[in-house]
Structure formats: structure tokens, C-alpha cells
């Protein structure tokens, strides 16, 4: 009865001009490798997730290691191997009055969670370096002036 039924559909849909098709993929081999920058979107997105947390500039020194450089505050490195294992390596700056080690908790499940999700990758490690604190914004009414409210003196040409 159930062939029946999908020859009922698949003619019901030839008639509307809608065309079926299906592939058979058993007997396909093959890798699937996804890219090191698609990987680092995902764990930059779920760092954004965490509230109380900005990508902060990893420093000098964590460029000057081997791999890739770090983008917006994460850095991506995958072993290969029958099922590649990924090291996030994240550098964050902290709102002022969050408790620390909490947050960074709150980072290592979200990247951790995101990347096992959407890869299908294991998670062997991610680090959290938390490279400054973020006080309260200035308001923007305030009487100071910025940069671009500076404006240049005039030069004379004599």
C-alpha cells in the first residue's frame, strides 16, 4: 500500500508539473570537510550570544603562535583525522561587575554547544582569555567632545 500511495502523490504532482526526483545515495563515498572560517563564524556568533561579553583583540603575542591569526576574537584549530577534533581558542573583554569564571562558563558551553550542533565536529577544548573589563558607556549627552567634534584650525598662507 505504501508504494501505491507514493505513485498516488508523485502522479498527483506530475500533474500539477511539478517534477519528483530522487537520488540514491547508497554506495557514495566521500568527505565532507568544513573550512576553519566557517567554524570561527559559528563560535564568533555564539560568543555574541553571551551577554556581558565583547570579542576583544587577542594581543601580539597570541598572533605570534602557530595557526591562524585570530579574527574578532576567536582563533580556530581543527586535527585531522578520522573525526577532527576542534581547539576554539576565544579572547574576550568582560563587563565590570560580572562575576568572571561564570561568564566565561557561559562562553565555553555556548561555542561548544554551537560548533557540536551545526558540524557535527568534537570539541576538544575551548579556552577563554579574557583580555580587558568593559565599564559602563559614557553618555552620549554628555559636555565632552570626541574626535570628530574637534575640528582643525584654519592655516593662513602668507
Known amino acids: ?33 568544513i573550512s576553519e572560517d ?4 559559528l563560535a564568533i556568533k555564539a560568543l555574541l550570544s553571551v551577554e556581558g561579553i565583547q570579542p ?17 576574537g576567536v582563533r580556530i584549530s581543527i586535527t585531522d583525522g578520522e573525526s577532527p577534533e576542534i581547539q576554539v581558542d576565544t579572547y ?15 562562553v565555553q558551553e555556548a561555542v561548544k554547544e554551537q560548533i557540536e550542533r551545526y558540524t557535527g565536529y568534537s570539541v576538544k577544548s575551548v579556552n577563554v582569555y ?12 554628555s559636555g565632552e567632545s570626541t574626535a570628530s567634534d574637534i575640528t582643525p584650525p584654519s592655516a593662513e598662507i602668507l
Not at 507514493?6 to 565532507?32: A, C, H, R, Y
Open 1 to 33: 500500500m505504501k508504494v501505491e500511495n507514493e505513485q498516488t502523490e508523485n502522479s498527483s504532482f506530475e500533474q500539477e508539473g511539478i517534477e519528483t526526483s530522487t537520488v540514491d545515495q547508497t554506495g557514495l563515498e566521500g568527505k565532507i570537510r
Open 38 to 41: 566557517v567554524i570561527s563564524q
Open 56 to 72: 576583544a583583540n587577542p594581543g601580539l603575542m597570541a598572533n605570534l603562535r602557530m595557526g591562524r591569526k585570530a579574527a574578532n
Open 92 to 106: 574576550v573583554s568582560v563587563k565590570y561587575s560580572l562575576r568572571i569564571p561564570d561568564v566565561c562558563w557561559d
Open 130 to 141: 579574557v583580555q580587558g573589563i568593559i565599564f559602563a558607556d559614557k553618555p552620549a549627552d
